[in-house]
């Protein structure tokens, strides 16, 4: 009895007249154990007192002397106690900071998107382009030559099938190392500015 009072379960109502003359009553009603004396002594100075033990030192009460059950709940009224918040996870916790941390980067990128250089979308697109250009110039580059050295082969050795084949081939093969070599040097320019500069200096005319 003593550990329900300590840790009241179920139902809690509101001390009210009846309920305190009932109390004040039984905690020296001989016909009550020591215990439930004191208990009675002990809710009697609570404004709230369970349900549980209430009824507990009512039904070992006199039935001669105690109030009726309607009697002794008459005005009361049932107070509900408020949930303990649950603890958050470490999971939790650690979900919840990393969402903090989103939401704080991109309020500042909001904050700073005038300030800021914006950033390039069309960059895939652009590249994707270049390098479709460059596969177009290099085959074209590669079937110039062919045609070129086919129609040389073929003046020189009298339409001659095997002939003009290899002059078609050996023209592919002059003009794709040309063209390798034009792209080597527009590489080294474009990456090593020096010797974009370096260059300049040894073509410019003397003075």
């Known amino acids: ?13 509101s001390t009210t007249e009846p309920i305190l003359a009932f109390l004040t009553s039984a905690s020296t009603d001989p016909h009550l154990s020591q215990e ?8 009697s100075s609570k404004p709230n ?7 507990a ?41 990393k969402l903090a941390e ?16 914006k950033k390039e979308t069309n960059e895939p ?4 382009k270049d390098q479709l250009g460059f596969g177009l110039h290099v085959v074209v580059t590669m079937f110039t030559g062919y045609l070129v050295g086919y129609a040389a082969f073929r003046a020189l050795f009298n339409h001659s099938p095997v002939m003009n084949a290899a002059g078609g081939i050996l023209g592919l ?20 500015p020096c010797t974009h500069r370096a260059v300049s200096l040894i073509c410019r005319k003397p003075d």
């Open 36 to 43: 439930l004396q004191q208990i009675a002594s002990n809710l």
């Open 173 to 192: 093969i002059i003009f794709f190392h040309t063209q390798a070599e034009e792209e080597s040097v527009t590489w080294s320019l474009e990456v090593h």
């Open 1 to 13: 009895m003593s550990s329900d009072h300590t840790n009241p379960p179920g139902l809690v109502v």
């Open 49 to 55: 007192v369970p349900y549980k033990s209430l009824r």
């Open 102 to 117: 989103i939401l704080e980067r991109n309020a500042y990128a909001e904050l700073v998107k005038d300030i800021t250089p």
């Open 125 to 128: 697109f652009s590249s994707y």
């Open 57 to 97: 030192l009512w039904l070992a009460s006199n039935a001669s002397t105690r109030p009726q059950l309607v009697q002794l709940f008459s005005g009361s009224e049932f107070v509900l106690s408020s949930p303990k918040p649950r603890e958050k996870s470490e999971e939790l916790k650690a979900r919840l900071q």
